[in-house]
């Protein structure tokens, strides 16, 4: 029966359960150790910025900005936005927090965006990202360096069914020529192209070039080629580029129709794809945004950057790797009688500073012996604690072994930090005879 005073999740924002969270805690695992290798410093950011950021930083055409952002007024009457991305963030807090000045600068940062999408499989509204940024590198050597970070993380995570595209936007100036090419040949079109094209034509023609609207796809498809306009720096950036990813023994598809959602971007663009998740195939996209800085008020300073999609990644892991066994205890500890029940916990906080690396479960909620016993039996432990009235009073307690049928023993109470690190070993070392 439905229940109407339940309160439901909001709509494409999930929770991350117990039973899946061990992915997750992996990847953080493996990222943090990763960049740390690389020279990248980690940073912690606002989730909520002035609209305004974002509106000039993404683009006043693009999806995100048009439709997507999550923005309010606060009380003080100021319009703030729930951050849809990351680089716009990182890129402020370097320049308020003064940390350009022609430094070179290796950053990451991760957490939730949030964008209003229509929900589906690997599409939230609230969904995480990591998201690496190196600030005053021309590159192509640290955009080659970066791609191979991310080359290298999917090998330690086992994940095998990726492709990397790449691709070239050239300078700002050779898109504006492009741009020329570009909306002539839609204009010739103009019957075909759908209301957001229409729209786009004016704003923003490259962004057409993004449609997800399969009946754009055949236009798209004849459409002339960035890559074919590129100003000659931009060609030997990505020249070089494409040299060092085949020097470093990384495969790549130059794909030419590779535009990315957001504005900002110029020179190198590249984008992780897989086979293996269905439609939202993405799983990692960045690209070079030299003028963003400037457009944000900073000094000229060329940057790169990408973002991961953490919900796509942590799945891609499921598909590789076993499930975690469920967290087990080493001591599960019984009480039995009310003193006992009052001198457990104190008992046990000793027992955590005497013996660090075993882990306790303590019973909770009361219940008679037989129903702790029965989930001493499901916490996995190997060794029962039990702590009784009559045994207290004598100053013991006793361990009973929980996978094995070796009899219950009797231990002082100032001899457990010793003793039950010893058991443990013991037990773990023999083979279970239940
Ligand atoms: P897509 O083409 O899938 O919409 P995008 O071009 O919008 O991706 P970016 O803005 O570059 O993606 O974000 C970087 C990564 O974040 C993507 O590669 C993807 O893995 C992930 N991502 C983006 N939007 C979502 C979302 N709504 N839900 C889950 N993950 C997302
Ligand atoms: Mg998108």
Known sequence: M???????????????????????????????????????????????????????????FTDIVEKEMYTFTDTGGDSLTLRPEATAGVVRAAITNGMLRGARLKLW?????????????????????????????????????????????????????????????????????????????????????????????????????????????AVISGAPLLTDHLDPESRDHFDTLCAMLAAAGIEYVVDPRLVRGLDYYSRTVFEWVTDALGAQDAICSGGRYDGLITQLGGEAT????????????????????????????????????????????????????????????????GGNLKKQFARADKSGALLALVLGDGELERGVAALKPLRHEAGQSECALEDLADRIPALLVELAGSPEEL
């Open 302 to 365: 060329p940057a790169i950057g990408f973002a991961m999609g953490v919900e796509r990644v942590v799945e891609l892991l499921s598909q590789v790797e076993e499930e975690p066994e469920p967290p087990s205890a080493d001591v599960y500890v019984v009480t039995a009688g009310e003193r006992a029940q009052r001198a457990a916990l104190g008992i046990v906080e000793g027992l955590r500073d005497a013996m660090p690396d075993v882990t306790l479960h303590v019973n909770l909620g």
């Open 2 to 60: 439905e229940n109407k005073f339940l309160v439901q999740a909001v709509r494409g924002m999930n929770d991350v359960l117990p039973a899946n969270i061990a992915g997750w805690e992996r990847l953080e695992r493996v990222t943090r150790e990763l960049f740390a290798a690389y020279g990248f410093e980690e940073m912690r950011l606002p989730i909520v910025e002035h609209t305004s950021l974002f509106k000039r930083a993404i683009g006043e």
């Open 109 to 217: 940062t991760s957490g939730p965006m949030f964008r209003h999408e229509r929900p589906q499989k690997g599409r939230y509204r609230q969904f995480h990202q990591i998201d690496v940024e190196s600030i005053g590198f021309p590159g192509p050597d640290i955009d080659a360096e970066l791609i191979a970070m991310t080359a290298r993380l999917w090998k330690q995570l086992g994940i095998t069914r990726v492709k990397l595209k790449i691709n070239s936007l050239g300078t700002s100036e050779a898109r504006r020529a492009y741009r020329e090419i570009l909306v002539a040949y839609f204009r010739q079109h103009q019957a075909v192209l759908d209301a957001d094209s229409l729209r786009r034509l004016e704003g923003n023609p490259l962004r057409i070039l993004d449609s997800k609207n399969p009946d754009m796809q």
